[in-house]
Nanobody
Framework: QVQLVESGGGLVQPGGSLILSCAAS????????MGWFRQPPGKQRELVAQ???????IYADPVKGRFTISRDNAKNTVYLQMNSLKSEDTAVYLC???????????????WGQGTQVTVSS
């Protein structure tokens, strides 16, 4: 099994910055794409950003130019640098990753528990 553990959420004022991290642990042969989703209060879960194992990235339009996703393959860890935060960025942020535990197994999708980000003055 693979576990994803997020950290770095909290309360920040509008215009501020936060960095989230998510580490994959457990029986891991390789980790494929990793990403961040968010679920604002009363709304559906939405993609924030995703990064492949070779560093190709995609971003949701509302965060382009403000958020940066990166990863450390040696640590099986993905990061989300969030700058110029707005109140509408308030949400539970969830880490997502594809991983396989042996070379012959298929990639399986895993989720973290989520970390709360609140942007408020």
């Amino acid at each position: 099994q693979v576990q994803l553990v997020e950290s770095g959420g909290g309360l920040v004022q509008p215009g501020g910055s936060l960095i989230l991290s998510c580490a994959a642990s457990g029986t891991i042969f390789s980790v494929g794409a990793m990403g961040w989703f968010r679920q604002p209060p009363g709304k559906q879960r939405e993609l924030v950003a995703q990064i492949t194992e070779i560093g190709h990235t995609i971003y949701a339009d509302p965060v382009k130019g403000r958020f940066t996703i990166s990863r450390d393959n040696a640590k099986n860890t993905v990061y989300l640098q969030m700058n110029s935060l707005k109140s509408e960025d308030t949400a539970v942020y969830l880490c997502n990753a594809e991983a396989k535990w042996v070379v012959s197994s298929p990639y399986t999708n895993y989720w973290g528990q989520g970390t709360q980000v609140t942007v408020s003055s």
